[in-house]
């Protein structure tokens, strides 16, 4: 038996994490993975000449249509371009809720197509993987992006240039950059969360935004968290979409006050993230965030975390 015929026999599996897009001024633009929060998805071929989703964990109301799920769809999407006609069978485990902010459907999309392109021995290079799993994310956005699939792919820091040309770019970002997001347990569909903003922007808002993009790369690669403070400031999204996070002014308020460089909306929302310089500041920005939403009675997943610079993986 081939070494290539030994792992078709076998059950794949990997991990596709979690990531956060936006990154306050960069809308549809900017994206960094998160490590550990994620999904899982195992693979093996079938004998059916089907896609079949055995099973779904984590997460309730779930399509389990092939067609309807992003994992299947982006796998199909791969399996189509080489033409493979054997069934594939999947399992799927979720530990990033949908409609959290954090990047669900792409991490979904992303292992299905990573997954599956590990069953049929990597005929595709890493980046490569990028247009299936953005088959799986169009399904769920109704828009083709890959401000979240790239991170949770690729992993660390991507900068979209284009998503038309699929123009993605890694850059740097300091050693010591830490990040507290606090999870509320509320549902906003980014279908819904994009509608909110119309389709124009005033030429005034345009140049700020314009030159907090600008500045917010060139303190990331400079390692300047003076200067990535000045530049995490949203024009766009952020005072249409915080109407809908409770508690969002007071605990942007509370963090700064904490010694966050810079907070600001993860996505679509309701998660709320900061930066932070160093560990001791990210601990004291977390409990600057539980004293606001324990006041509030508002029930909160935190997490406390460094970018994950690896991206998807085989477990």
């Known amino acids: 038996m081939t070494k290539k015929q030994t792992m078709t026999n076998n059950k794949i599996k990997v991990f596709a994490p979690a990531s956060i897009a936006n990154v306050s001024c960069g809308f549809d633009v900017f994206g960094f993975a998160i490590p550990k929060l994620g999904d899982f998805v195992e693979v093996w071929f079938n004998d059916t000449g089907k896609l079949i989703i055995?099973?779904?964990?984590?997460?309730?109301?779930?399509?389990?249509?092939?067609?309807?799920?992003?994992?299947?769809v982006a796998a199909k999407a791969l399996l189509d371009a080489v033409g493979e006609k054997r069934g594939v069978s999947f399992s799927i485990q979720k530990t990033v809720m949908p409609g959290s902010g954090l990047g669900s459907s792409s991490s979904a999309a992303v292992a299905g197509a990573f997954a599956v392109n590990e069953l049929l021995g990597n005929p595709f290079t890493r980046k490569e993987l990028l247009p299936f799993a953005g088959a799986g994310e169009q399904l769920a956005s109704n828009q083709l992006h890959f401000d979240n699939v790239a991170p949770s792919l690729l992993g660390g820091f991507s900068v979209i240039r284009s998503n038309k040309e699929?123009?993605?770019?890694?850059?740097?970002?300091?050693?010591?950059l830490w990040i507290v997001a606090a999870h509320q347990q509320v549902e906003i569909k980014t279908k819904q969360a994009k509608r909110m903003l119309g389709q124009t922007m005033p030429i005034s808002n345009a140049v700020i935004q314009f030159g907090n993009v600008a500045g917010l790369v060139l303190a990331l690669t400079s390692?300047?968290?003076?200067?990535?403070?000045?530049?995490?400031?949203?024009?766009?999204?952020?005072?249409?979409?915080?109407?809908?996070?409770?508690?969002?002014?007071?605990?942007?308020?509370?963090?700064?006050a904490a010694g966050a460089i810079g907070t600001n909306i993860a996505g679509s929302g309701p998660t709320i993230f900061s930066f932070c310089k160093g560990k001791e500041s990210a601990q004291k920005v977390l409990q600057a965030y539980k004293k606001v939403f324990q006041h509030a009675n508002i029930k909160v997943n935190y997490y406390q975390f460094q970018i994950n610079p690896q991206g998807a993986i085989r477990v």
């Not at 699929?166 to 740097?172: C, F, H, N, R």
């Not at 005072?239 to 996070?245: D, E, F």
């Open 54 to 72: 055995e099973s779904i964990t984590g997460a309730e109301g779930l399509p389990t249509e092939p067609e309807l799920n992003v994992t299947t």
């Open 166 to 176: 699929m123009d993605v770019l890694s850059i740097s970002y300091p050693d010591d």
């Open 223 to 256: 390692h300047n968290y003076d200067l990535l403070g000045r530049s995490m400031v949203d024009m766009l999204a952020e005072p249409k979409r915080s109407t809908l996070i409770p508690q969002y002014d007071e605990a942007k308020k509370a963090t700064l």
